[in-house]
Structures are given as C-alpha cells and as structure tokens.
C-alpha cells in the first residue's frame, strides 16, 4: 500500500488565471486504482457516518480498486444522484476523509478524488449505469400517478429529493424559476470549480429517473403553495435555497460598483459573461476589485474577477486567516493565482466618484476577541485606525438568507426572524403535507448538506403519504 495520497494535476496558475476551464483536471483510472487499493476497509467506516447522504464508501472504494468502475458508479447513485457535484464541491476535508482512520497519520483516502472520478469516468465512456435495468439503478416505474408531488428548486436539495421520490415511484414535478436548472450549482459556483455542462448531465439523470422539469415558474408568484395543492399535489418540498444577498449596512454601499456576490456570480453564470466576447454579456469589471468575506463565494467571486480581467483583486475580512470558513484548497488556489489578502479590516465607507462610481472604500482595522456563537473569535474595533483602499468594484461576499417569496405568498408557513423555515425533526413545515430543507431552513450552507436535507425529506415525505 502506497501510504501517501495521490495528488491531483491542475491547470498552472499562471495559465488557468486566462481562462474558465476547469482548474482541477481529475485522477487518471491508475492514479484511483492506486488510490482505493490504500484504503484498509474497515470493519465499522467512520467515513459513511460521515457523509450526509450515506453513501457506502469502502464498497464503492474497493470496487474501483478492482477496476470494476461502472459498479462503483452504480454504488454511489444508490445514496447520491449528484456524484460528480460532490465529487468537486463538497468540503470532503471536514465530512467523510475527517472521519477516514488512515486521516490520524495525515494522509486520508481521497474519497472526494474517487468519486469524482468514477462519475467523470461513467460520463466519458457513457456506461450504461445511468439507464441502466439493474436492481440497484432501474428507472422506476409510477406506481400511483395519483401521488403527485412537487420539488420547488431545483438546487442540490431539490433534485436530490426528486430522484429519491421518483425511485420511490411517485409523479414528481421539479419546479425551477430560473432558465437552467441546477440552482446555486449552475447560478453560484464558477465553471473552473463546476462545469456547467456536468450540471446538466446530474440534471439529465435526475430527469431519467422520470422527474418532469419545468422551468421558469416562481413558485411564491407564478404559483403559490395552495394552487399546487388545488392542482392534484399531495405533498410539497421547499428547496429553493438561500438567494437572499446580504449587505454590510455601511454607507455608500449603493454606488455603482458595488455588487452582491450573488448578482455578480449570477451575471458571470447564467449570462455566460465568462464567454464574452462570444456571448455579448460583459461583466463591468474594474482594474481595482475589493472582495468582502473569506468564504467560498467570496473565493469563487476573486478568482472570478481576475478572470474578467481585472488588474488587482483583495480580499478584505475581518478576522484572521485561522478563522476563513473557505476550503484551505479554495484559499490556497486563490494565493496562487494572485489574490491579495487584508485581514483584521472591516470596510466602513463606501466612496464614489462624481459619476456616482465607486473609487475607494474606508477600512478599520480590527483584533479579535472572545469566540461568538460560532466559535470564531469575535472581531473587535481598533480607534482611530481608519484608512482608505483604493478600488473600483466592490463585491460583498458576506452571506446569503433564505429565499422569502413562498413564506410572503402564504401566511401559514412559519419562520425564523432571520427568515429561515421552521421545520420538525422530519422536515415537516407548519403546514401539513409541505417539507423543507437545504438552505431556506439553515441558510447558506454546503451542497451536501442540503443533499442530506433533500434525503431527509424524500423519506419523511414517503412516510407521510403511506399514512394518510
């Protein structure tokens, strides 16, 4: 057994710095063979308990390691509809590979590396795994067509409860506002971390399984919760995520110039602005970009900006580098492309110029005190530290709430002051026969931990209508 894990080759920064192709560019089949033959297949695998949707690791790990990948695919689509999403997005460092035995001495099992893998492997050589007849993967069959149920959002959460009702034979209709299905996966994360064109295979698969998508309808306007209901539904999933941009309250912040991750983000995504000149949607982008935040969205949103071709791009936080709640691998890959860090600083001020753009931002420097209720250290105002930054675009990258056009369009549906959903332990709103989960119940969190809220639901949904 090779005891150090395989690395993963990736686009040069210097290279990939002029493009949106993608910067991680996968495992060869001998690198994953080499690297499931490390795992020791343990008797109880702390690594499934690990993961939110349960996949069974060492089984789908042991199968690569055989050469045997279009079963490794079957095995993970029995837990996971999205395993090439997973396999590039999710935080495998603090779920599974924490949890991985061979972890204590430093060098996990890449799981993210090989599910990744096998997903792209079973895409690049269109094995029959995804229509395939076997008993672990059959496209179901509606069994009671009376059964109707509706999937609003079509991110992670969604169409990871989608395909598990439509295993379960139920009539699912996937409900999407936007053009492209995928949620946050197509409008949020850039196409160097997630290509656009693996989305809408996932999305593909998921409507294989018999779900019907239907785009472009706001449910909360274009429908409400009730009309689904008057027309034939009998049981509803909320997972229309956290599209809410937050701000900093600080004056100036309404200057042209001044982005929210998600508009930014968006822009650059469902335009295809990252095709420009292609696809005519530039993105107005200035020489000096000042992002707010260190988490992943504020990562995505600097490395994006250096792409669109701006000179200079920092990132401003509040807190230490120890506290950035970004992947370490986000983090680093921004290091390496050339982003700039001003940490302990929070903006105060934004300023614009006579045409109303912003020019330069007032920051005050900042020390960290006693943990909050998250466990970070509590940053802490230094007097009469304040000094301008220079800048020209301003993306605040500080967080997302819940989406609240359904909990405005129908006054049953109970929430949190901040806006979030209030379920019970099985994902039951305060309205009978409606679910949620995903970020409008926790906001802005993980793509796999909405899949495991999508699980959930599916589950508790099933359960819901064999008892009444």
Request: proline fraction near 5%; include cysteine.
């Amino acid at each position: 057994m090779n005891k150090d894990k395989q690395k993963m080759n990736e686009q040069l920064p210097k290279e990939r710095v002029r493009n949106f192709d993608e910067v991680a560019l996968g495992l060869t089949g001998e690198q994953a063979v080499a690297e499931a033959k490390r795992c020791i297949q343990c008797k109880n695998p702390l690594c499934v308990k690990g993961c939110p949707v349960m996949i069974d690791i060492p089984a789908f790990i042991k199968l690569v390691a055989i050469g045997e990948f279009d079963k490794a695919a079957q095995k993970i689509r029995e837990k996971n509809a999205l395993p090439a999403v997973c396999g590039r997005v999710c935080p495998q460092e603090d779920q599974c590979e924490k949890m991985c035995v061979l972890g204590k001495k430093g060098n996990p099992i890449g799981i993210g590396y090989l599910e990744r893998f096998v997903a792209d492997w079973e895409m690049k050589n269109k094995s029959e795994t995804r229509n395939s007849k076997s008993e672990t993967n059959p496209k179901p069959e509606i069994r009671n067509k009376k059964n109707k149920v509706a999937v609003v959002g079509s991110g992670p959460a969604g169409l990871t409860a989608a395909a598990d009702l439509a295993r379960r034979g139920y009539a699912v209709t996937l409900f999407e506002s936007l053009s492209d299905a995928g949620g946050v996966l197509v409008y949020g994360i850039p196409e160097f971390r997630l290509p656009k064109k693996i989305v809408r295979t996932e999305v593909d698969y998921v409507k294989s399984l018999g779900v019907d998508l239907q785009t472009d309808v706001l449910v909360g306007k274009t429908l409400t919760i009730e009309d689904l209901f008057k027309d034939g539904y009998r049981a509803a999933f909320i997972g229309s995520g956290a599209g809410l941009p937050r701000f900093m309250g600080v004056p100036g912040e309404n200057f042209g110039g001044v982005y929210s991750a998600n508009e930014f983000l968006t822009r650059v995504n469902l335009m295809k602005a990252y095709k420009f000149p292609e696809y005519s949607t530039p993105v107005k982008i200035g020489k000096k970009v000042a992002v707010i935040g260190a988490g992943n969205v504020a990562m995505d949103s600097a490395r994006v900006a250096l792409r669109l071709g701006a000179k200079e791009v920092t990132i401003v936080y509040r807190r230490s580098r120890t506290e950035m709640p970004a992947r370490e691998e986000e983090i680093v890959r921004a290091e390496e492309e050339g982003v700039k860090f001003i940490l302990l600083t929070a903006p105060t001020e934004v300023f614009a110029d006579d045409k109303g753009w912003v020019k330069e931002m007032e920051c005050l420097n900042m020390k960290l005190g006693e943990p909050d209720s998250s466990g970070r250290r509590r940053p802490v105002p230094v007097e009469g530290s304040e000094y301008r930054l220079k800048c020209d675009t301003v993306v605040v990258a500080i967080g997302q709430s819940p989406n609240p056009l359904i909990a405005r369009s129908d006054s049953r549906l109970r929430t949190e002051k901040w806006g979030g959903v209030i379920i019970n332990e099985k994902g039951m709103t305060s309205i009978p026969g409606v679910f949620a989960g995903g970020d409008i119940v926790s906001g802005a969190a993980t793509v796999i931990s909405a899949m495991g809220a999508g699980k959930l639901a599916a589950a508790s949904i099933h359960e819901y209508l064999t008892s009444i």
